[in-house]
Protein backbone atom coordinates (compact mmCIF):
# COMPACT_ATOMS: atom_id res chain seq x y z
CA UNK A 1 0.00 0.00 0.00
CA UNK A 2 1.19 3.07 -1.24
CA UNK A 3 0.81 5.79 2.05
CA UNK A 4 1.01 9.54 0.66
CA UNK A 5 3.98 11.92 0.65
CA UNK A 6 2.38 14.53 2.72
CA UNK A 7 3.96 18.11 2.52
CA UNK A 8 6.44 19.42 5.02
CA UNK A 9 5.32 22.69 7.03
CA UNK A 10 7.29 24.52 4.50
CA UNK A 11 6.06 22.66 1.49
CA UNK A 12 2.08 23.37 2.46
CA UNK A 13 3.02 26.92 3.66
CA UNK A 14 4.69 27.84 -0.11
CA UNK A 15 1.90 25.78 -1.70
CA UNK A 16 -1.26 27.61 -0.05
CA UNK A 17 0.88 31.40 -0.87
CA UNK A 18 0.83 29.52 -4.76
CA UNK A 19 -2.72 29.07 -4.77
CA UNK A 20 -3.50 32.43 -3.20
CA UNK A 21 -1.85 33.76 -5.68
CA UNK A 22 -3.28 31.82 -8.86
CA UNK A 23 -6.61 32.53 -6.84
CA UNK A 24 -6.37 36.49 -6.82
CA UNK A 25 -4.79 37.19 -9.73
CA UNK A 26 -6.92 36.40 -12.77
CA UNK A 27 -9.95 38.57 -10.71
CA UNK A 28 -7.38 41.94 -10.69
CA UNK A 29 -6.18 41.40 -14.41
CA UNK A 30 -9.83 40.66 -15.81
CA UNK A 31 -11.33 44.28 -12.95
CA UNK A 32 -8.63 46.32 -14.84
CA UNK A 33 -9.30 44.77 -18.39
CA UNK A 34 -13.16 44.96 -17.83
CA UNK A 35 -12.43 48.55 -16.38
CA UNK A 36 -10.49 49.83 -19.14
CA UNK A 37 -11.05 47.83 -22.03
CA UNK A 38 -14.06 45.80 -21.99
CA UNK A 39 -12.91 42.47 -22.61
CA UNK A 40 -11.78 39.66 -20.22
CA UNK A 41 -8.47 38.61 -19.48
CA UNK A 42 -8.97 35.52 -21.91
CA UNK A 43 -10.25 38.00 -24.64
CA UNK A 44 -7.08 39.97 -24.18
CA UNK A 45 -4.81 37.20 -24.30
CA UNK A 46 -6.29 35.60 -27.64
CA UNK A 47 -5.85 39.36 -28.95
CA UNK A 48 -2.01 39.35 -27.87
CA UNK A 49 -1.44 36.03 -28.91
CA UNK A 50 -2.70 36.86 -32.71
CA UNK A 51 -1.04 40.59 -32.54
CA UNK A 52 2.70 37.90 -31.92
CA UNK A 53 2.03 35.78 -34.87
CA UNK A 54 3.03 36.36 -38.30
CA UNK A 55 0.70 38.48 -40.44
CA UNK A 56 -1.26 38.74 -37.00
CA UNK A 57 -3.12 35.35 -38.02
CA UNK A 58 -3.15 31.78 -36.87
CA UNK A 59 -5.35 28.61 -37.61
CA UNK A 60 -7.39 28.54 -35.12
CA UNK A 61 -6.12 25.09 -34.08
CA UNK A 62 -3.01 26.70 -33.57
CA UNK A 63 -4.50 29.44 -31.41
CA UNK A 64 -6.69 27.09 -29.19
CA UNK A 65 -3.55 25.25 -28.58
CA UNK A 66 -1.71 28.72 -27.91
CA UNK A 67 -3.92 30.09 -25.49
CA UNK A 68 -4.76 26.39 -24.06
CA UNK A 69 -8.46 26.94 -24.91
CA UNK A 70 -10.64 23.83 -26.17
CA UNK A 71 -11.69 24.71 -30.08
CA UNK A 72 -15.15 25.02 -28.59
CA UNK A 73 -15.04 28.06 -25.91
CA UNK A 74 -12.01 29.43 -28.29
CA UNK A 75 -14.69 29.59 -31.22
CA UNK A 76 -17.50 31.31 -28.90
CA UNK A 77 -15.01 33.95 -27.72
CA UNK A 78 -13.70 34.54 -31.43
CA UNK A 79 -17.65 34.90 -32.38
CA UNK A 80 -17.76 37.81 -29.62
CA UNK A 81 -13.98 39.28 -30.49
CA UNK A 82 -15.51 39.32 -34.09
CA UNK A 83 -18.85 40.81 -33.62
CA UNK A 84 -16.77 43.59 -32.43
CA UNK A 85 -14.06 44.18 -35.21
CA UNK A 86 -11.26 42.97 -33.65
CA UNK A 87 -10.85 39.33 -35.56
CA UNK A 88 -11.88 38.22 -38.91
CA UNK A 89 -12.35 34.08 -39.42
CA UNK A 90 -11.35 33.29 -43.40
CA UNK A 91 -10.50 29.99 -44.65
CA UNK A 92 -7.17 28.97 -44.39
CA UNK A 93 -5.65 29.22 -48.11
CA UNK A 94 -3.14 25.91 -47.25
CA UNK A 95 -6.24 23.60 -45.67
CA UNK A 96 -9.69 24.91 -47.02
CA UNK A 97 -10.37 22.56 -43.85
CA UNK A 98 -8.87 24.98 -41.31
CA UNK A 99 -9.94 28.02 -40.47
CA UNK A 100 -7.23 31.21 -39.93
CA UNK A 101 -8.12 33.40 -37.25
CA UNK A 102 -6.87 37.34 -37.99
CA UNK A 103 -6.19 40.32 -35.82
CA UNK A 104 -8.23 43.22 -37.58
CA UNK A 105 -6.48 46.55 -37.76
CA UNK A 106 -9.48 47.70 -34.86
CA UNK A 107 -8.19 44.64 -33.44
CA UNK A 108 -4.74 45.63 -33.96
CA UNK A 109 -5.39 49.46 -32.11
CA UNK A 110 -7.38 47.46 -29.10
CA UNK A 111 -3.81 45.97 -28.44
CA UNK A 112 -1.60 48.79 -28.48
CA UNK A 113 -4.52 51.02 -26.80
CA UNK A 114 -4.90 48.28 -23.90
CA UNK A 115 -1.65 46.86 -23.26
CA UNK A 116 -0.16 50.16 -21.37
CA UNK A 117 -2.97 49.64 -18.73
CA UNK A 118 -2.82 45.61 -18.98
CA UNK A 119 1.12 45.85 -18.26
CA UNK A 120 0.94 48.53 -15.70
CA UNK A 121 -1.58 45.86 -13.46
CA UNK A 122 0.71 43.51 -14.06
CA UNK A 123 4.02 45.52 -12.88
CA UNK A 124 2.25 46.86 -9.78
CA UNK A 125 0.69 43.32 -8.69
CA UNK A 126 3.02 41.49 -9.58
CA UNK A 127 6.81 42.42 -10.70
CA UNK A 128 7.54 46.18 -9.00
CA UNK A 129 7.41 43.93 -5.42
CA UNK A 130 9.85 42.09 -6.86
CA UNK A 131 13.75 42.82 -6.89
CA UNK A 132 15.88 41.59 -10.07
CA UNK A 133 17.05 38.49 -8.42
CA UNK A 134 13.32 37.73 -7.41
CA UNK A 135 12.28 37.88 -11.39
CA UNK A 136 14.87 35.58 -12.42
CA UNK A 137 14.17 33.16 -9.33
CA UNK A 138 10.28 33.45 -10.43
CA UNK A 139 11.54 32.69 -14.05
CA UNK A 140 13.47 29.87 -13.24
CA UNK A 141 10.83 28.31 -11.38
CA UNK A 142 7.56 28.87 -13.37
CA UNK A 143 10.53 27.35 -16.41
CA UNK A 144 10.78 24.20 -14.25
CA UNK A 145 7.04 24.15 -13.35
CA UNK A 146 5.72 24.93 -16.78
CA UNK A 147 8.40 22.06 -17.93
CA UNK A 148 6.36 19.38 -16.13
CA UNK A 149 2.99 21.24 -17.16
CA UNK A 150 3.50 22.17 -20.78
CA UNK A 151 5.41 19.55 -21.91
CA UNK A 152 4.72 20.48 -25.78
CA UNK A 153 5.86 23.58 -25.06
CA UNK A 154 2.62 25.33 -26.32
CA UNK A 155 2.96 28.39 -23.70
CA UNK A 156 6.21 27.95 -22.44
CA UNK A 157 7.83 29.52 -25.64
CA UNK A 158 5.50 32.62 -25.51
CA UNK A 159 7.48 36.14 -25.74
CA UNK A 160 10.56 33.85 -25.92
CA UNK A 161 10.52 33.53 -29.40
Known amino acids: MNHPRWLTPEQRHSWIRFISVLELLPGVLDSQLQHDAELTHFEYFTLARLSEAPE ?3 RMTAL ?15 ARLEKRGFVARTP ?3 DRRATNASLTEVGWQKVVETAPGH ?13 AADVADLDRIMGRILS ?9 SWGTE
Do not use: K
Not at 64 to 78: G, M
Not at 119 to 131: H, Q, Y
Open 56 to 58: RTL
Open 64 to 78: SSATNASLARLSHVI
Open 92 to 94: CPE
Open 148 to 156: RLDPTNRLR
Open 119 to 131: VATVRDSVIDVLD
